[in-house]
C-alpha cells in the first residue's frame, strides 16, 4: 500500500456556462430537458447500493405544468428505514477506515462527473421537477454542487493537518474520527446543490448517512445518486429514502446509534426535530451532532446616499430570482424617502419587463412557484395586501395555476414597518417595502433588527461609508450573510461561507472548514517517549 502525504488538486469555482444563443450548453440542456420531460421516470429507493422498489408510487409533476406527469418515486415503509440504518452500520466498519484520500477520490470524480457528462442532465432535472430557469439551475445544479464536493474535499485536508505542538518528550496528534454511528440528511426542494452536500460532506468526513430529500427535489436527488454511485460511493454509505417525513424520522431518531441531523429546511421542523432528539437522547450512544440552517426573512436598507438604479436591481434579483425560494431571498426592503420615487420607477419598469412561463423558454426571469401549498398560501397573502388599507401593491399581484403555479412579482409597500408580510417568511416572488423617513436611518436600523425572528442574509446599500459602518455594527445580529452594496443573495463557496442564526439555524457555514468540523469527533493522542518509573517529583526531595 502506498503511503505519504498527499495533496489533493487546489479547489476552484466552476465556470458558470452563459447558455447563450448558439453555444453547445445550450443546446445540450434543451435537448436534455425535451428528453426528460417527455418520457417518464421510475425512481427508486436506493439502500446499501441497490435500487429498492416498495410498489407505493406517487406522481412527479412540473410545477409549471402541473398536469404533465414526468415520473413517479416510491414511498418507503418502516422495514424500508431500518434496513437502511442497519446497511449504513455495516457499511461504516469499511468506510470509517477508508483511508482519506481514497474518499477524496471519489468525491473529486463526482465534481468532475457533474461538470462533463452529467451536467445537462442534472440541469435539466431541476429545470424540470424545480421549475429553475437555465441560470439558476447552471449556478445551483452544477456549479454549486461542483464547488462544494471540491472545496470540501480541500477544506478535510486543512482539517487533518491541523496538529497539536509536540516535543522531544512526547509526540502529541490529533485523529479526526467521524461520529460513532450514523448520521441523518434532509434535504430541501429550493437548491440541488444543498441536496447533495448535505449527505455528501458528512459521507466525506468517514460517517454513513441516510438521506431524505424533499418530495419535491426527487428527480434531481436521483441524478445525485447515479453520480455518487458511478463515482464510487460504496453501497450503504449513502441511502436515499422517501415518503412520510413523520415515519421515516421517528424510525431514525429512535435508533441508539443516531449520531448527527444535518436539515436545511422550516424553522418549525428544525425546532421539533431538535425537541425530539432533546427527548430521545437517554436513548443515543453519543450526544447527537444538530446543525441546521432554516427560515430567512432577508432584508435590503437603502441609505438616502444610495444610487436608485442599484437598489431596484439589488430589489428585481434578489427578490425575484428563482421566484423568491431561496433561503436567502430578498423580502422586505426599507428605502429612504428622498431616493423612494425613483427606486420605485425602477422597480415597476423591471418587473414589468419581466417575461414569465416554461424554463425551457430561455427568454424566462421567473417561472412557476414549488407546489399548489405553496401557491395557495402565496396568493392568501396577496389577497390580504389588496384589502388591507395599511398595504398598496405597486405592481404584480396576479396569480394563475390553471396550468401551472404562476405567482406574478408582486411589490407590496407597507405603511406600517411591522406589517404582516414584513415579518411574515413567504417563500415565493414577493417583497414588501417600508418608505423611511430619509433622516432617520439609524431609527430604521433599529426597526430592521426587531422586526423579524430570523437572522440569515441582509444587505446596506449606501455610498456614505459611516452609514455603511453603522449599518455594519447595528446589524451585527440581525444577518449572518451581510452583504455592502450588493443583494443579499449568491453565496459562493470558498467566498461567502453561507448560514445564520437566531430562527435561520445554528450558522455552521456550509461552504467552509467550519460545517466540516461538525462532522467528526477528535481523539487527542499523546506518545510518550520515555516512561517515567518513579512517583516522586522533585518538590518532594
Request: proline share 5%; net charge negative; glycine share 6%.
Amino acid at each position: 500500500m502506498g503511503k505519504g502525504f498527499f495533496n489533493t488538486p487546489i479547489a476552484i469555482n466552476e465556470p458558470v456556462k452563459t447558455y447563450a444563443p448558439g453555444s453547445p450548453e445550450r443546446d445540450e440542456v434543451l435537448k436534455a430537458y425535451k428528453d426528460m420531460f417527455n418520457s417518464k421516470i421510475e425512481i427508486p429507493l436506493h439502500i446499501n447500493g441497490k435500487d429498492v422498489k416498495s410498489g407505493n408510487t406517487k406522481t412527479l409533476s412540473a410545477p409549471h405544468d402541473h398536469q404533465h406527469v414526468v415520473g413517479s418515486y416510491h414511498l418507503a415503509e418502516k422495514s424500508h428505514v431500518e434496513d437502511a440504518i442497519s446497511t449504513a452500520m455495516e457499511a461504516r466498519k469499511a468506510w470509517s477506515q477508508l483511508h482519506w484520500e481514497q474518499r477524496a477520490g471519489i468525491f473529486l470524480k463526482a465534481a468532475e462527473l457533474i461538470a462533463g457528462p452529467y451536467r445537462a442532465k442534472i440541469n435539466a432535472a431541476t429545470m424540470i421537477a424545480q421549475s429553475k430557469t437555465v441560470h439558476q439551475a447552471e449556478i445551483d445544479s452544477a456549479c454549486e454542487l461542483i464547488d462544494f464536493l471540491r472545496f470540501n474535499v480541500q477544506y478535510m485536508t486543512d482539517i487533518y493537518h491541523d496538529q497539536p505542538e509536540s516535543t522531544s518528550e512526547a509526540w502529541n496528534r490529533l485523529e479526526y474520527r467521524p461520529l460513532e454511528g450514523f448520521t441523518y440528511a434532509i434535504t430541501p426542494f429550493n437548491f440541488t446543490a444543498i441536496a447533495g452536500n448535505l449527505p455528501s460532506c458528512m459521507a466525506l468526513m468517514g460517517n454513513v448517512v441516510v438521506w431524505k430529500p424533499s418530495d419535491s427535489q426527487i428527480y434531481s436527488a436521483k441524478v445525485i445518486m447515479d453520480v455518487f454511485d458511478e463515482a464510487g460511493v460504496p453501497p450503504g454509505v449513502i441511502n436515499v429514502v422517501f415518503g412520510d417525513p413523520k415515519m421515516i424520522t421517528d424510525t431514525i431518531l429512535a435508533s441508539p446509534d443516531f449520531s448527527g441531523l444535518h436539515f436545511t429546511g422550516s424553522t418549525d421542523v428544525f425546532k421539533a426535530l431538535w425537541k425530539q432528539i432533546g427527548n430521545n437522547i437517554d436513548n443515543y450512544k453519543t450526544y447527537p451532532r444538530i446543525v441546521g440552517e432554516t427560515g430567512g426573512k432577508d432584508f435590503i436598507v437603502a441609505h438616502k446616499t444610495a444610487d436608485a438604479k442599484q437598489v431596484a436591481t439589488a430589489i428585481t434579483r434578489g427578490a425575484f430570482e428563482f421566484q423568491g425560494q431561496k433561503c436567502s431571498a430578498a423580502s422586505r426592503a426599507y428605502v429612504p424617502s428622498n431616493i423612494w420615487e425613483e427606486v420605485k420607477k425602477y422597480v415597476v419598469a423591471d418587473v414589468k419587463s419581466f417575461k414569465k412561463g416554461s424554463p425551457d423558454n430561455l427568454e424566462n426571469y421567473t417561472t412557476a412557484v414549488i407546489h399548489e401549498a405553496s401557491f395557495d398560501k402565496l396568493a392568501k397573502y396577496i389577497d390580504q395586501a389588496k384589502a388591507d388599507a395599511d398595504a398598496e401593491i405597486i405592481v404584480g399581484g396576479t396569480y394563475d395555476k390553471s396550468k401551472g403555479y404562476f405567482i406574478d412579482p408582486t411589490v407590496i409597500v407597507a405603511k406600517d414597518p411591522k406589517y404582516t408580510t414584513m415579518h411574515t417568511e413567504l417563500f415565493g416572488p414577493i417583497i414588501t417595502i417600508y418608505v423611511y423617513d430619509a433622516d432617520k436611518f439609524s431609527e430604521t436600523l433599529k426597526l430592521v433588527d426587531e422586526t423579524s425572528p430570523y437572522a440569515l442574509t441582509g444587505a446596506i446599500l449606501a455610498k456614505d461609508r459611516y452609514a455603511i459602518a453603522e449599518a455594519t455594527t447595528a446589524l451585527q445580529n440581525a444577518a449572518g450573510n451581510f452583504y455592502i452594496n450588493d443583494k443579499p443573495t449568491g453565496a459562493v463557496v470558498g467566498h461567502q461561507p453561507f448560514g445564520g442564526a437566531r430562527a435561520s439555524g445554528t450558522n455552521d457555514k456550509a461552504g467552509s472548514v467550519l460545517n466540516l468540523l461538525r462532522w467528526i469527533s477528535p481523539r487527542m493522542i499523546k506518545e510518550t517517549f520515555v516512561t517515567p518509573t518513579d512517583y516522586r517529583y522533585p518538590y518532594m526531595k
